[in-house]
């Protein structure tokens, strides 16, 4: 059964750092796409960043530069490294994987399974 558990969220102050983690079971996360989405109150996911079966990574124009993703193959965790965070970052984060050879962060329909959100807090 494939299963994606974030971890990792807080509350952070603006300029701070954080890291959240996507534990995957049930799948091997070095063959997905699993992709980092976010949602503000009352508005869809949007994409924040992805690392493909080739470890190429995407971000969205509004993270580059401050968030980074990477996995652990032994660990099946998939990263995402914030830096510089700032109250806008403020969301509810989500993990999702598809297979596929691409991530792509607009395609969110493309995605089959989804973890349970954590929440970011980014207080100023």
């Known amino acids: 059964q494939v299963q994606l558990v974030e971890s990792g969220g807080g509350s952070v102050q603006a300029g701070g750092s954080l890291r959240l983690s996507c534990a995957a079971s049930?799948?091997?996360?070095?063959?997905?796409?699993v992709t980092w989405f976010r949602q503000f109150p009352g508005e869809a996911r949007q994409g924040v960043g992805g690392i493909d079966r080739y470890g190429t990574t995407r971000y969205a124009e509004s993270v580059q530069g401050r968030f980074t993703i990477s996995k652990d193959k032994e660990k099946n965790i998939m990263y995402l490294q914030m830096t510089s965070v700032k109250p806008e970052d403020t969301a509810t984060y989500f993990c999702?994987?598809?297979?596929?050879?691409?991530?792509?962060?607009?395609?969110?329909?493309?995605?089959?399974?989804w973890g349970q959100g954590t929440q970011v807090t980014v207080s100023s």
């Open positions: 049930g799948f091997d996360i070095t063959r997905w796409c």
């Open positions: 999702g994987a598809r297979v596929g050879p691409t991530c792509l962060l607009d395609r969110i329909g493309d995605y089959t399974h």
